[in-house]
């Protein structure tokens, strides 16, 4: 199993079943390069409150997590290719709740936005 910080943690998470990511100890959102969500693992769910049954096939920064939609998150999706990590607190179906995101981008198909609670 690779960690959240693996340095071909995109390539490897593309490789994963929706069954594989949930036994992940971080959260996992795969989305199309739209934003658009394809897999919200059970983690992330446990983080948001979100289930996954109403997270997959809408749009993240605009249906599921509209605290995201900014320059600091979503913004950084814009690049062709992303590798980052930002310190955030997620604000917006929950109590505010730190977290560490790694925004992952490149010439897949998927993006990636993996969740690590502080």
């Keep these: 199993m690779h960690n959240y910080e693996?340095?071909?943690?995109?390539?490897?998470?593309?490789?994963?079943?929706?069954?594989e990511l949930d036994q992940l100890p971080y959260g996992v959102v795969k989305m199309d390069h739209q934003g658009f969500i394809q897999a919200y693992n059970d983690k992330e769910s446990t983080y948001t409150g979100v289930a996954p049954e109403n997270a997959v096939g809408k749009h993240l920064f605009t249906e599921i997590a509209l605290c995201t939609n900014n320059f600091m998150?979503?913004?950084?999706?814009?690049?062709?290719?992303v590798d980052v990590v930002v310190d955030y607190i997620f604000t917006y179906?929950?109590?505010?709740?730190?977290?560490?995101?790694?925004?992952?981008?490149?010439?897949?198909?998927?993006?990636?936005?993996?969740?690590?609670k502080k």
């Design 6 to 19: 693996s340095p071909n943690l995109h390539q490897w998470l593309d490789a994963q079943s929706d069954s």
């Design 73 to 81: 998150v979503a913004g950084k999706l814009d690049q062709p290719e």
């Design 93 to 116: 179906v929950m109590k505010p709740t730190p977290v560490r995101l790694r925004l992952l981008k490149s010439d897949s198909p998927n993006m990636y936005m993996v969740v690590a």
